[in-house]
């Protein structure tokens, strides 16, 4: 079964930019069809997706993301990376790591990890 782990800084001064790591086991990155995503989500709201790179390394991003957001791979390590830069306070949110494109249940996703922009 498909495990994903979160890890990166908790805090981010403002207009710093956010590098948070996903480490997958129990699956390649490289499997065909398959997708990893970014989403978030924001103290007292719903969940948000953020962005995927797909099983060939092409991305997609969202629309309101898109001028700041980053994500790439290692395939050696079965590891992809977000970075997001000018954060600001309205980008603190607990952030996961998930199998799935946009639309996706996200079944398969990590425990998250907190981060907080804060100076």
């Known amino acids: 079964q498909v495990q994903l782990q979160e890890s990166g800084p908790g805090l981010v001064k403002p207009s710093q930019t956010l590098s948070l790591t996903c480490t997958v086991s129990?699956?390649?990155?490289?499997?065909?069809?398959?997708?990893w995503s970014w989403i978030r989500q924001p103290p007292g709201k719903g969940l948000e997706w953020i962005g995927y790179?797909?099983?060939?390394?092409?991305?997609y991003y969202s629309p309101s993301l898109k001028s700041r957001i980053s994500i790439s791979r290692d395939t050696s390590k079965n590891q992809f990376t977000l970075q997001l830069t000018s954060v600001t306070p309205e980008d603190t949110a607990k952030y996961y790591c998930?199998?799935?494109?946009?639309?996706?249940?996200?079944?398969?996703r990590g425990q998250g990890t907190q981060v907080t922009v804060s100076s």
């Open positions: 129990g699956g390649s990155i490289t499997t065909n069809n398959y997708f």
């Open positions: 790179i797909d099983y060939s390394g092409s991305t």
């Open positions: 998930a199998r799935g494109g946009p639309f996706s249940d996200w079944r398969y």
